[in-house]
């Protein structure tokens, strides 16, 4: 069983920026893709940003020029999102994925709230 840990949420002001983690409790590189999803409250839950294996990243086009996602292999086992510019439309819980072949593991999320 995959554990995948999230922190890095909290609150924010609009154009701030904030890092998300993922821990992993397996190697990271053992995963055929690992991402970022987000959900607000009444929405579906949606892709951020992603990176397979190869180191290959795709975003989402609202987070496009705003985001980086990256990872540390072994020991940290950690993936980030790395995130900039941030505006209240991005509130949300964010999540935490990764991918073996058909298996999908999810983190528990983190919060991502704005304080006026």
């Known amino acids: 069983q995959v554990q995948l840990v999230e922190s890095g949420g909290g609150l924010v002001q609009p154009g701030g920026s904030l890092r998300l983690s993922c821990a992993s409790s397996?190697?990271?590189?053992?995963?055929?893709?690992m991402g970022w999803y987000r959900q607000a409250p009444g929405q579906q839950r949606e892709l951020v940003a992603s990176?397979?294996?190869?180191?290959?990243?795709?975003y989402a086009d609202f987070m496009k020029g705003r985001a980086t996602i990256y990872r540390e292999g072994t020991p940290k086992n950690t993936m980030y999102l790395q995130m900039n510019s941030l505006s209240p439309e991005d509130t949300a819980v964010y999540f935490c994925?990764?991918?073996?072949?058909?298996?999908?593991?999810w983190g528990q999320g983190t919060q991502v709230t704005f304080s006026s």
């Open positions: 994925n990764a991918r073996i072949l058909r298996e999908n593991n």
């Open positions: 397996r190697n990271i590189f053992d995963f055929n893709a």
């Open positions: 990176i397979n294996v190869g180191g290959v990243t795709n």
